[in-house]
Each structure stands twice: as C-alpha cells, then as structure tokens.
C-alpha cells in the first residue's frame, strides 16, 4: 500500500499497539522515502500516525 503512495501524499494509519516495527521495516526497505507525525487518535487505547511520502530527487514540486 505504501509503495504506492504518490509523492507528497499521506495515509494515516489507526492501530492498537504502536508502529514503530512498521518504521524500522520501512526504513530498511525505502531509507528517508517518508516522514511520519503522532496525530490525535480517536480512542485513548489507540495510536495514530500520519505517513507522508517525500518526493523523490527529479519529482514535480507540488504548487503551494
């Protein structure tokens, strides 16, 4: 699903037990191709993450 995510685009993803295995798989697969950010879950027993795809040297920049 993540290696399909564009270039400057975001899932956020809502689990029950933290994500951190996720990150360490991600960067050993794709090295420094997302950043993430802790976002408010809708539950206190619930951890969210928001995981944007960074753009690849020679990707179109996005317009502001």
């Known amino acids: 699903m993540l290696a399909a995510l564009p270039a400057h685009h975001a899932v ?3 689990n029950d ?3 951190k ?6 960067d050993a697969e794709q090295p ?3 950043t993430r ?3 408010e879950a809708p539950q206190p027993n619930l951890f969210a993450v928001r995981i944007t795809r ?3 040297p020679g990707d179109i920049p996005l317009l502001s």
């Not at 295995?21 to 991600?26: A, D, R, V, W």
């Open 12 to 14: 956020t993803l809502i």
């Open 17 to 19: 037990h933290d994500p």
């Open 21 to 26: 295995p996720l990150f360490y798989q991600l």
């Open 32 to 34: 420094g191709s997302f």
């Open 37 to 39: 950010e802790t976002v």
């Open 54 to 56: 960074r753009p690849k």
